[in-house]
């Protein structure tokens, strides 16, 4: 009795270790086309018996798009030999079919990877088709950059997206990583800068960080990627901690990198809009310790200084910003607006209750309008469109000042017409 038992028991062992695959697998295998075979994946995955079916259903999928991508690459080759040596002719190729089989083969081969690693009814992991996966997708990577490409001519973004995202992700992927390891990837920072760029137009805003993280790792693209992931993270501010936590980041980005201007007045437009002005004074003194006439500092300076009718500073402030950049119409245009100022109020403090300036105190005052004068012409040279600054009404004011209404009106019309 104890040996029908024992005998019983490894009839049931038997039946179990070498049970076939599920009908719902054998469906799949049995597949002609991928579009046939991804259809059954994508409708009864769930049905499938283990871990080790799944894995098989995908690897179904990557042999199916393979066939694909092998044939048109195969004519791509023969194409590239004959243009070198002059013969034969080109023969066309489904540029369109070749990458969408090619995506199809590194999304499915991933997925394949996800359940080949899974541990089997005895807790060990026996990946089926790890290897030959990798043989097979490796040397094709770099086919997914051409990919982003194409699409990206066509106008396509979200598929230029896809592809660029594709190769960036791959290189840490589970299935090529510590493959791709074995080489230096020299691409990879400069197509996360681009798959973030991508992101960006997608309105994929997890993306963005994702890709310019990975780029700005590099040197070369540490800047751009930066500056794209903090003006992308300004256009999502809406409440004030939305913006607290902003500034957080850009202090961050600020410390790593104190010379990176787009970074430094950013940083600086928060500071102001948030009224953080302990911060404010604070960045600023550190900024001019390292660099003294640095144009941002002294013409934002000027700027507040204005704004709260402190003249005199704003004057000095403006002037040291003209130092860097003497052609700046917009700090042109303030100067100017603030020594207009300055030179009216002083002729109405001597002006008093008569309401008649001294001579002794026009001759000292006048000076001052023509200084300003000076400035706002040089405004409207360097800008006539007044494209960045408004120097037209204080130019006419100035003029109104020196010369009277009529010169005031002449350059009042001239300034129209620009």
């Known amino acids: 009795m104890k040996k029908m038992m024992i005998v019983a028991l490894m009839a049931v062992s038997a039946s179990t270790a070498f049970a076939g695959d599920s009908p719902t697998l054998k469906s799949i295998l049995k597949a002609k086309t991928y579009e046939e075979a991804a259809s059954l994946v994508n409708s009864s995955l769930g049905q499938l018996a283990s871990a080790a079916e799944k894995a098989s259903a995908y690897n179904k999928l990557v042999d199916l798009a393979m066939v694909k991508v092998n044939k048109e690459n195969e004519t791509m080759g023969k194409n590239d030999a004959n243009k070198a040596l002059g013969t034969g002719k080109m ?48 040397n094709m990577r770099n086919h997914l950059i051409n990919g982003g490409i194409f699409f990206q001519e066509k106008g396509d973004i979200k598929n230029a997206y896809k592809y660029l995202a594709s190769y960036v992700d791959s290189h840490d992927s589970p299935l090529l990583a510590a493959e791709i390891a074995k080489t230096t990837d020299e691409n990879l920072y400069n197509i996360a800068y681009y798959a973030g760029v991508y992101a960006y137009q997608n309105k994929d805003i997890k993306g963005v960080n994702k890709y310019c993280n990975i780029a700005a790792k590099d040197a070369k693209f540490a800047e751009q990627a930066n500056n794209l992931k903090l003006a992308v993270a300004a256009e999502q501010l809406k409440t004030r901690q939305d913006s607290v936590n902003y500034v957080a980041e ?85 100067l100017g607006a603030c020594q207009l100022d300055r030179a009216s109020a002083a002729e109405n403090r001597a002006a008093g209750k008569t309401g008649r300036v001294p001579k002794e105190a026009m001759d000292q005052i006048r000076p001052i309008y023509e200084e300003a004068l000076g400035y706002l012409q040089k405004a409207k040279q360097l800008d006539p469109g007044k494209e960045k600054a408004n120097w037209a009404y204080p130019l006419y004011r100035c003029c109104y000042q020196l010369y009277g209404a009529e010169d005031a009106r002449t350059q009042a019309a001239e300034a129209d017409t620009k």
Request: hydrophobic content about 40%; overall charge negative; glycine content about 4%.
């Open 91 to 138: 023969e066309p190729v489904d540029s369109v079919g070749f990458y969408q089989a090619l995506g199809n083969a590194f999304d499915a081969a991933e997925e394949c990877e996800k359940y080949d690693q899974m541990p089997n009814e005895k807790g060990k992991v026996k990946p089926r088709f790890h290897d030959n996966n990798v043989q097979r997708l490796v």
């Open 250 to 334: 850009l202090e961050k980005e600020f410390e790593a990198a104190p010379d990176n201007e787009n970074v430094f007045g950013t940083l600086v437009s928060m500071y102001s809009g948030l009224k953080l002005n302990d911060k404010l004074d604070a960045l600023f003194n550190k900024k001019l310790a390292a660099d003294p006439d640095n144009f941002v500092v002294w013409a934002v300076k000027g700027q507040n200084a204005m704004m709260d009718q402190k003249l005199d500073e704003a004057v000095e402030f403006f002037k040291k910003a003209l130092k860097t950049q003497p052609e700046n119409s917009q700090v042109l245009t303030y």
